[in-house]
């Protein structure tokens, strides 16, 4: 069936937008290796063995440029264990983005800590503005940064606020593992950065994360967090020996560790990072190529100075009511488009939002509600070919055209 510009609006789109691509084969058969010799906890060595965590860590360290990387069980746990690492106490303020995902304010309740939110604009990064009002009217000392959707603000001018404020920034980089702010990797503006190695980011290990720092007293108190016991020698990016002096015997042990067999898989995929980046910034520019001049369809720019990774794809429809914006994610689902509103007022898959996190103080978010009302969110998996995203787009086109001439 043809529409009046002659598309076929009943074309439907058959991908799945949770599958990824399979572990390199490098990683598989280093995988099997670790299996074979079952020395699967990372300080399991024999002599003169360098453990694959180990390995990954000094990998990931030379890849962005940190002095100190510590691998761990999961992202949430990383941004835990940072600001445990920062001896941020239960009760303190802690700023962070109206619109996050889920693990990231929990992160901060998860130390008994508050959540102070701060406005998103509708280039869905952090409003300044509102940035410096919050930090003068919480006395918040640290800001949990969260790179939402790869979408980074201008760090230049964060980092001068922050820094003339005396807030230590920590950087949720789980969605801007290999993207740049200024030619610099994200996650080397903060004090200390944290990603996910979880399977819909950008390497896949089914679980992990990875803390990233040049502070060796704050890297030294996350590796005996992690549950190093007193084994912090078998690090090739860890603190130097003796800033554990003191920090071995005042630290609690909360066992995170990440283990031989992820870490194993992980490798190849740290190596691959840059060309799988350029693969998702091909899929974004057809998705945006196909997408733009759609009428009432708002793009999300990117700021000059940031290089994005495309592992997801957002547009705002800033005039829809809600019965259109739960039409449009309808409309495109029936045809096998799967979208994500995070306008929603209940909650679904990974759309909560800031009045859904009840473990924090309700805080009035005007200006972040309207941007979600607008918001659609979806995955742009690198199993999805360039010919697959411009169907998808198309198919996005077409029904918020539709839409959009019913009024
Ligand atoms: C996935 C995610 C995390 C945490 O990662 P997990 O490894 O799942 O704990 C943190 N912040 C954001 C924005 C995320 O999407």
Not at 78 to 94: F, Y
Not at 201 to 218: M, P, Q, R, W, Y
């Amino acid at each position: 069936m043809a529409n009046d510009k002659g598309d076929d609006v009943t074309e439907k789109f058959t991908g799945n937008f949770t599958q990824q691509e399979p572990i390199p084969e490098a990683g598989i058969e280093a995988a099997i290796a670790v299996m074979r010799h079952g020395r699967l906890h990372r300080y399991n060595v024999v002599d003169g063995e360098q453990s694959e965590t180990a390995l990954l860590e000094q990998e990931f360290a030379d890849y962005t440029g940190a002095k100190y990387c510590l691998a761990v069980a999961s992202g949430g746990y990383a941004l835990g264990a940072a600001l445990k690492a920062m001896q941020v106490q239960a009760g303190d303020a802690v700023l962070t983005n109206g619109f996050t995902l889920a693990p990231v304010p929990g992160a901060i309740a998860g130390i008994g800590a508050r959540p102070i939110f701060v406005e998103t604009t509708d280039q869905l990064i952090m409003d300044l503005d509102d940035l410096s009002a919050k930090i003068a009217s919480s006395g918040s000392k640290v800001l949990m940064l969260s790179h939402m959707r790869g979408h980074i603000v201008d760090m230049d001018r964060l980092m001068q606020i922050c820094d003339a404020a005396g807030v230590a920034v920590i950087e949720d980089c789980a969605h801007t593992m290999g993207a740049t702010w200024d030619g610099v990797q994200s996650g080397r503006h903060g004090r200390v950065a944290c990603y996910s190695t979880q399977t819909f980011k950008h390497v896949n290990s089914g679980e992990g994360g990875l803390l990233i720092t040049d502070d060796a007293d704050l890297m030294a108190r996350a590796t005996m967090l992690s549950g190093s016991y007193m084994l912090y020698e078998n690090h090739l990016a860890g603190a130097p020996v003796e800033t554990f002096e003191d920090i071995r015997l005042d630290t609690p042990n909360c066992s995170g560790r990440m283990d031989n067999l992820r870490a194993a898989i992980l490798r190849p995929q740290i190596a691959d990072l840059d060309a799988q980046i350029a693969a998702w910034a091909a899929r974004v520019d057809v998705m945006t190529e196909t997408l733009r001049d759609t009428t009432g369809l708002q793009l999300v720019q990117t700021l000059p100075k940031a290089v994005r990774v495309g592992s997801s794809y957002q547009f705002l429809l800033p005039d829809f009511n809600t019965s259109q914006m739960i039409d449009t994610v309808a409309r495109c689902g029936a045809r096998g488009v799967v979208l994500k509103w995070f306008g929603a007022d209940t909650p679904a898959g990974y759309t909560s939002r800031h009045d859904s996190w009840r473990y924090a103080d309700a805080q009035s978010m005007p200006a972040t509600d309207r941007v979600l009302a607008g918001l659609i969110d979806l995955r742009l998996p690198l199993t999805f070919s360039l010919d697959d995203c411009r169907l998808v787009a198309n198919i996005i086109r077409q029904e918020v055209n539709a839409i959009h001439q019913q009024g």
